[in-house]
């Protein structure tokens, strides 16, 4: 009787571990939407890249140096390196970002249980309401949990000689929080996951996230 309970605890501690593995794993992916497109020469090697700044992304320099920072790793992991200055490079690279908060609808759930309503009543309230009310506790009608946030960055190759664009990319997902720089590594991996093939069409590819500096 003892040596079966001692097999069920166990067997109940392995299956915890490995559950506990899984959900770790779980939350060290990054799962993201992403199209690729252009026509990288057939037999050209990836070579030397430098960034290149619009001028509008010259006003910032110390934001677009943080995204170019979160896509080097990106760059570098299909072949590329870095050249000493933009008059040296094979290529030149182009980088763009974006992050939009949005809130959701009543129509984005057909019970609207998270609408502008209290755990006792059922739609309690116009969903117009810019405050409502919870025992008697009034707030803005925007909760974390109806809030999202769409993240995507984009990339473009172009050869530096010809300033022929040769390659396009673009990742997306998106979550509950704006992310940090290591999702925006991790979105700039996944937008060069085709390099050098081509998909125009959305589909998913998913990479470990990088781990805390």
Same mark, same amino acid.
């Given at each position: 009787?003892?040596?079966?309970?001692?097999?069920?605890?166990?067997?109940?501690?392995?299956? *915890?571990?490995?559950?506990?593995?899984?959900?770790?794993?779980?939350?060290?992916?990054?799962? *993201?939407?992403?199209?690729?497109?252009?026509?990288?020469?057939?037999?050209?090697?990836?070579?030397?890249?430098?960034?290149?700044?619009?001028?509008?992304?010259?006003?910032?320099?110390?934001?677009?140096?943080?995204?170019?920072?979160?896509?080097?790793?990106?760059?570098? @992991?299909?072949?590329?390196?870095?050249?000493?200055?933009? @008059?040296?490079?094979?290529?030149?690279?182009?980088?763009?970002?974006?992050?939009?908060?949005?809130?959701?609808?009543?129509? %984005? %759930?057909?019970?609207?249980?998270?609408?502008?309503?209290?755990?006792?009543?059922?739609?309690?309230?116009?969903?117009?309401?810019?405050?409502?009310?919870?025992?008697?506790?009034?707030?803005?009608?925007?909760?974390?949990?109806?809030?999202?946030? %769409?993240?995507?960055?984009?990339?473009?190759?172009?050869?530096? @000689?010809?300033?022929?664009?040769?390659?396009?990319?673009?990742?997306?997902? %998106?979550?509950?929080?704006?992310?940090?720089?290591?999702?925006?590594?991790?979105?700039?991996?996944?937008?060069?996951?085709?390099?050098?093939?081509?998909?125009?069409?959305?589909?998913?590819?998913?990479?470990?996230?990088?781990? *805390?500096?």
């Amino acid at each position: 009787m003892f040596s079966s309970i001692r097999r069920l605890a166990l067997a109940s501690f392995g299956a *915890a571990a490995v559950l506990a593995l899984t959900g770790c794993a779980a939350l060290n992916t990054v799962s *993201a939407e992403v199209q690729t497109f252009g026509s990288w020469p057939a037999g050209r090697q990836p070579g030397t890249y430098a960034f290149e700044r619009m001028p509008s992304q010259q006003q910032n320099e110390q934001a677009q140096a943080r995204l170019e920072d979160a896509a080097r790793a990106a760059l570098e @992991k299909v072949g590329f390196t870095a050249a000493p200055d933009a @008059k040296s490079a094979d290529v030149l690279v182009t980088l763009g970002a974006r992050i939009t908060r949005t809130s959701a609808a009543p129509w %984005d %759930d057909p019970l609207w249980w998270r609408w502008n309503g209290n755990y006792f009543q059922w739609r309690y309230g116009p969903a117009w309401r810019p405050y409502y009310n919870r025992w008697g506790f009034a707030y803005p009608m925007d909760p974390m949990m109806e809030r999202r946030y %769409d993240r995507e960055v984009a990339l473009l190759l172009r050869d530096r @000689k010809t300033n022929e664009p040769l390659y396009e990319a673009r990742a997306s997902n %998106d979550g509950l929080t704006e992310g940090d720089s290591r999702l925006l590594a991790a979105l700039f991996e996944s937008s060069m996951a085709d390099f050098p093939q081509t998909r125009p069409e959305p589909h998913s590819v998913s990479v470990t996230l990088p781990p *805390a500096p």
